[in-house]
């Protein structure tokens, strides 16, 4: 009742949408990839992504209560940080990693900025680098598609880079998923199919995605072969956490820019770092670095990119 | 003897160098990878405060004020190749381990802030035990943080394994890692002062 | 001496091995000037001109003063000495050439001297640029760049942790970590997400 007689500054439209709303769509987006993973690599990924989204839950409501904070666990945040971080693991590991990745993730990503809308780097990615420099050996450890006794295979971006031919995998292949990889991430179909949900529900702008995926795209026909202008751009685009990253981690609303100039120049950064990172870094796989780095240079893009107020200088 | 006895405990908690007065940061991350490298560096670190506190304490009335700072410097540079030299003839090992971060006590807020805040204004006995105090202090912040990184990042303590099937949390043995553990250290502290007052 | 030992240099003195995140050198500067961004820089352009001047007049100090005369282990003494007349010299002419610029970094040299990251990069050329007391060749470039490699990487540091900071000035921060332990937190990260550059080569 007494909410309703709070006079607040213009717009007075409402519309039905809240956080809690949003972020629940966007888990319902993410849907598609978990069953994609699962068709995939087994129920394995069921169990890492279920962990992953329990330790996230109650990180946030133990830290929420200890904080005596207004609790957030409703709003679906952290049940999207757990997703995306399960997404970004490999099926086998042992069910502690997810765990200990969420904590962290809720933790350091999250929590020590002061909780919902103020992390400055997305969550799901801290975790994501912690156990990526703590646990190597997990997390680099892939198994090889429709593949009951656990064969490891390396990732296509993986065996890349110990240059390898790459002959038996074609794009298709890649557009499904047959391939190892974290288990979010390989299945493109599924992964836009979800983005085209958030897409048509306008929960996140073409600016972010597209120039990264273009940029990266660009810079890899460009640098990326044996000659200029002859890299494998296709290849490079639907391999790895590209998709996953430019759509659902890349587009985060709190840790991106928030106008549309500030959003092309987070995306063209983002396909830059991951380019070179991919073509002479040591990690066969930029996207979360890149991600992780461009997070960091949000507060300058806002600050050079604020839209002019009227009738000021 | 009870007001020296002070001089020597502040340093230690009340005034711990690391923790409250947050100097001398960069050493103690960099170095803070295994417990026995902690020590090296403190005994070292000890070593050049103690001696220039006692002698900037004994000369502080015949140096000019303008530039006491140069001479501040020359002297606990001097006692740092002292102590550079010693650790490369006698423990050769400990001092590829710690690396440039030796010739670095030169420059280590410490060194220079107690140089500047205290050992210029007391006399000998009260700078000695002050110089010990704050190295003794900064020797133990050591070893606490770089017991948790040891611990965590290896599994070990001082090379021992003391529990099995850990599996090592590599990150801690790196540098993000020590950012990481002061950073919560300094919010732990903090919560204990606040819980105090 | 190629381009590819400059690239080397440069990415491991900006990303993977940068001052502040890796090495830890100017930690105490970097989480002290890094609350808002105009200071920041000022304290930035400063050190990176001084690192970059005594990279090279320690240099010349260690080839043809220490190395002769077989004085090699008075290095620390000699650098820091260098160091220190060098910055005091600096804030000389700054001062007295233009008033206005003293004022905007003028107060942060003094600090500059007790700064790790300039004895630092110089005992770190001395270091890798001269096998068993001869300089490699190219030695002399080789450290002047790494010393403008430091600086840059000590700038971005600086620059990526002063915008954070000020956007963490409106965020509801839990009340003990903050200022410096989050400060430290963040620094945690960025330097999580350069490890993303290691194993760097072309």
């Known amino acids: ?313 | 003897m009870k007001n020296l006895i002070k001089e020597f405990t502040k340093g230690i908690i009340k005034e711990n160098p690391t923790f409250v007065l947050a100097l001398g940061l960069c050493p103690t991350l960099a170095v803070s990878v295994s417990v026995a490298n902690a020590i090296g560096m403190g005994i070292a670190a000890t070593f050049v405060l103690l001696g220039s506190s006692i002698i900037i304490s004994l000369v502080r009335d015949f140096i000019p004020d303008r530039i006491r700072i140069p001479c501040y410097i020359v002297i606990i540079a001097t006692f740092v190749t002292i102590a550079e030299l010693c650790m490369k003839a006698y423990s050769p090992a400990l001092d590829r381990s710690l690396g440039i971060y030796v010739p670095l006590i030169v420059v280590n807020c410490i060194v220079l802030g107690r140089a500047e805040a205290y050992a210029c204004k007391n006399n000998l006995s009260r700078s000695f035990f002050d110089g010990l105090g704050m190295g003794v202090g900064f020797t133990l912040a050591l070893i606490l943080i770089s017991a948790i990184r040891e611990f965590l990042g290896s599994g070990q303590l001082l090379g021992h394994t003391l529990v099995k099937g850990f599996e090592p949390v590599f990150v801690f043995g790196m540098p993000s890692g020590a950012l990481l553990v002061i950073g919560l250290l300094l919010g732990l502290f903090n919560l204990l002062k606040e819980k105090r007052t | 001496m190629n381009i590819q030992e400059f690239l080397t240099i440069f990415i491991s003195a900006v990303f993977v091995y940068n001052v502040i995140l890796s090495r830890f050198l100017g930690l105490c500067s970097f989480i002290a000037i890094s609350k808002e961004t105009k200071p920041a820089l000022a304290m930035s352009s400063a050190v990176m001109f001084v690192i970059v001047m005594s990279s090279m007049i320690t240099w010349f100090v260690y080839r043809y003063l220490l190395l002769p005369f077989n004085l090699a282990y008075l290095r620390t003494i000699s650098f820091i000495l260098v160091i220190a007349t060098f910055v005091q010299l600096v804030e000389m002419v700054i001062r007295k050439v233009s008033p206005q610029l003293y004022r905007a970094f003028g107060i942060y040299l003094p600090l500059i001297t007790v700064n790790c990251a300039v004895l630092g990069v110089a005992v770190l050329n001395i270091d890798m640029f001269f096998i068993n007391g001869k300089a490699v060749q190219g030695s002399f470039y080789y450290s002047v760049f790494q010393g403008v490699c430091v600086g840059l990487g000590y700038t971005l540091a600086m620059l990526l942790m002063s915008g954070i900071r000020e956007r963490l000035e409106l965020c509801n921060v839990p009340k003990p970590l903050k200022d410096f332990p989050l400060a430290f937190i963040i620094a945690s990260v960025l330097s999580l997400s350069f490890m993303g550059f290691s194993g760097f080569k072309f």
């Open chain 1, 1 to 313: 009742m007494i909410n309703n007689l709070i006079v607040s500054g213009s717009p007075h439209i409402h519309k039905p949408e809240s956080v809690a709303r949003i972020m629940w769509t966007v888990v319902i987006s993410l849907i598609p990839a978990l069953i994609a993973g699962v068709i995939i690599f087994g129920a394995n990924a069921l169990w890492v992504t279920l962990a992953a989204v329990t330790a996230a839950v109650l990180t946030e409501l133990i830290l929420g209560l200890c904080t005596r904070k207004k609790v957030t666990v409703f709003d679906g945040t952290a049940v999207i940080t757990g997703i995306l971080l399960a997404f970004n693991l490999p099926s086998e590991v042992p069910l502690w990693l997810p765990i200990v990745g969420a904590v962290f993730s809720i933790a350091i990503g999250k929590a020590v900025f002061g909780g919902l809308g103020q992390n400055i780097f997305n969550p799901a990615l801290v975790g994501r680098v912690f156990l990526m420099a703590s646990w190597p050996k997990y997390m680099t450890t892939f198994t090889l598609p429709f593949n009951l006794d656990a064969v490891t295979s390396a990732t296509p971006l993986a065996a890349l880079k110990e240059g390898k031919v790459l002959e038996h995998i074609s794009y298709l292949d890649l557009f499904l998923g047959k391939h190892g990889g974290c288990l979010g991430e390989v299945c493109i179909l599924a992964l836009l199919l979800g983005a085209a949900l958030l897409f048509i529900k306008r929960y996140i702008s073409w600016h972010i995605p597209f120039t990264y995926i273009l940029t990266t795209g660009v810079f890899v026909y460009i640098f990326g072969g044996d000659k200029l202008f002859s890299g494998d751009w296709l290849f490079h685009i639907l391999s790895g956490g590209l998709i996953l990253g430019a759509f659902f981690m890349a587009t985060d609303y709190v840790a991106t820019p928030l106008t549309a100039r500030g959003q092309l120049i987070f995306g063209v950064g983002c396909g830059l770092l991951t380019a070179v990172i991919r073509l002479w870094g040591g990690y066969p796989e930029g996207v979360s670095y890149a991600i992780l780095m461009m997070n960091a240079t949000t507060p300058f893009i806002d600050r050079y990119t604020k839209v002019r107020i009227y009738g000021t200088r």
